[in-house]
């Protein structure tokens, strides 16, 4: 089909790889503007459009969608379909109704659970045993538009944010080429949404929301930790520097300690006792250091015991 493509972050890239794979005639892809990186702030690419400068495709990189200009742009271009995966902008409705097949939509989420800008640190964050990907054909709403396929996939014991994220990038871009071929050959059956959401709306993560909140219980703590993995990451803080946890797991026993205190470090161990039970901390970062298991950080830097972290 001939297409345009807007995306913008690592998630999106799959999806424009696997379209340009199957023969599809992508006369655009449009991503957020280029952003300053590195000491010296030089501009650089989206990791959606440096894959479009990989693939030889044009690439579009508006500071604002809703303006005369893009629409005269993709209304020149005549697309049979706008795909969106992750875009980072709002479609307007103009837009919405140009396309033969309108604008669809890929959502790493089984809707109308976690509608949002970061539904798979939501799912990890809340302790589901699984999401997927939906593709919907999009509205004027916000992830409401009609489910037109879903592919699900369990949320392992083990399972961050980063390791999720690549999962779902890669299931949801064979899945929305095969919608695609569903949708031009008639077949795709699209289902109506319910107006609300079955889970809470899956609001974009801050920085600020990495910092441990050691009151909750260390169950809710570790998947904290994977919920956060790699970015903004857990943290807390260790004699006023910034102590990031990569790892952790849960222990069953308490130790009668205040939340946020150090009950155990040693040979068996780095214990922080929460709300309930105790974390065990495996992987942690120094501010300034690098990430490193429990024992070699415990070698280089001393932490007594009921040592309160915050």
């Known amino acids: 089909m001939r297409m345009i493509f807007c995306g913008t972050p690592d998630f999106a890239v799959p999806a424009l790889r696997e379209l340009k794979n199957a023969g599809h005639d992508i006369q655009l892809v449009i991503s957020m503007p280029d952003k300053p990186k590195g000491r010296k702030g030089e501009p650089t690419p989206c990791p959606v459009r440096e894959e479009a400068l990989r693939l030889g495709l044009p690439t579009y990189t508006p500071e604002k969608f809703n303006t005369d200009e893009v629409y005269e742009k993709i209304r020149g271009i005549s697309p049979e379909i706008i795909i969106v995966t992750a875009?980072?902008?709002?479609?307007?409705?103009?837009?919405?109704?140009?396309?033969?097949?309108?604008?669809?939509?890929?959502?790493a989420s089984i809707l109308p659970a976690y509608r949002g800008a970061a539904p798979i640190q939501w799912a990890v964050l809340d302790g589901c045993e699984k999401t997927g990907v939906t593709i919907m054909q999009m509205g004027e709403g916000l992830d409401d538009g009609d489910i037109i396929s879903v592919c699900e996939i369990p949320i392992e014991k083990d399972e961050t944010s980063d390791s999720l994220f690549d999962k779902l990038a890669e299931e949801g871009a064979k899945l929305l080429v095969n919608t695609l071929g569903e949708i031009e050959s008639g077949k795709a059956v699209r289902t109506p949404q319910p107006k609300e959401s079955t889970t809470a709306y899956a609001r974009m993560i801050t920085?600020?929301?990495?910092?441990?909140?050691?009151?909750?219980?260390?169950?809710?703590?570790?998947?904290?930790?994977?919920?956060?993995?790699?970015?903004?990451?857990?943290?807390?803080?260790?004699?006023?520097?910034?102590?990031?946890i990569?790892?952790?797991?849960?222990?069953?026993?308490?130790?009668?300690?205040?939340?946020?205190?150090?009950?155990?470090?040693?040979?068996?161990?780095?214990?922080?006792?929460?709300?309930?039970?105790?974390?065990?901390?495996?992987?942690?970062?120094?501010?300034?250091?690098?990430?490193?298991?429990?024992?070699?950080?415990?070698?280089?830097?001393?932490v007594e015991e009921l040592t309160k972290l915050g």
């Open 207 to 244: 920085k600020a929301d990495g910092q441990i909140d050691w009151s909750k219980s260390a169950a809710e703590l570790e998947r904290f930790v994977r919920g956060m993995n790699s970015w903004p990451g857990a943290y807390t803080k260790l004699d006023g520097k910034t102590l990031k």
């Open 246 to 302: 990569w790892k952790a797991e849960v222990s069953a026993e308490d130790s009668g300690c205040g939340p946020g205190t150090v009950a155990k470090a040693g040979k068996d161990g780095l214990f922080v006792q929460t709300g309930n039970g105790l974390l065990e901390l495996l992987e942690v970062q120094l501010e300034g250091k690098k990430r490193m298991g429990f024992a070699d950080f415990l070698r280089g830097n001393k």
């Open 87 to 107: 875009y980072g902008k709002i479609i307007p409705k103009r837009v919405l109704e140009l396309p033969k097949y309108g604008c669809v939509n890929e959502h």
